[in-house]
């Protein structure tokens, strides 16, 4: 399940993107440049993996990875990439 949310280039920005710190919606949506109902999406998606987690702070819900591994994970690989351009 992991490696097929993985890849998705939009969903990999998602998580890439949330590897830098926790995110709303908005933010998400305004960084992939598409309506927050498709990013909505992808994020049920990545939390139904459990890639990504959420948290309500009043009216506002915020993702974040899980925990550390996905984002060492995704760092390594987008390291590897850079290494071999």
Same mark, same amino acid.
């Given at each position: 399940d $992991?490696?097929?949310? #993985?890849?998705?280039?939009?969903? !990999?920005k #998602?998580?890439?993107? $949330? ?5 709303c919606?908005?933010? !998400? ?8 109902? *498709? *990013?909505?999406?992808? #994020?049920? #998606? !990545?939390?139904? *993996? ?14 974040? $990875? ?5 984002a ?5 690989? $987008? ?6 351009k």
């Amino acid at each position: 399940d $992991l490696f097929s949310a #993985l890849g998705d280039i939009s969903r !990999l920005k #998602l998580i890439e993107y $949330l590897s830098r710190g926790e995110a709303c919606v908005s933010e !998400l949506a305004e960084f992939c440049g598409e309506s927050q109902s *498709t *990013t909505s999406h992808r #994020l049920k #998606l !990545l939390t139904a *993996t459990r890639i990504v987690q959420k948290r309500r702070d009043g009216k506002h819900i915020y993702y974040s $990875l899980t925990d550390a591994h996905i984002a060492n994970l995704i760092q390594n690989a $987008l390291h590897h990439i850079k290494e071999h351009k």
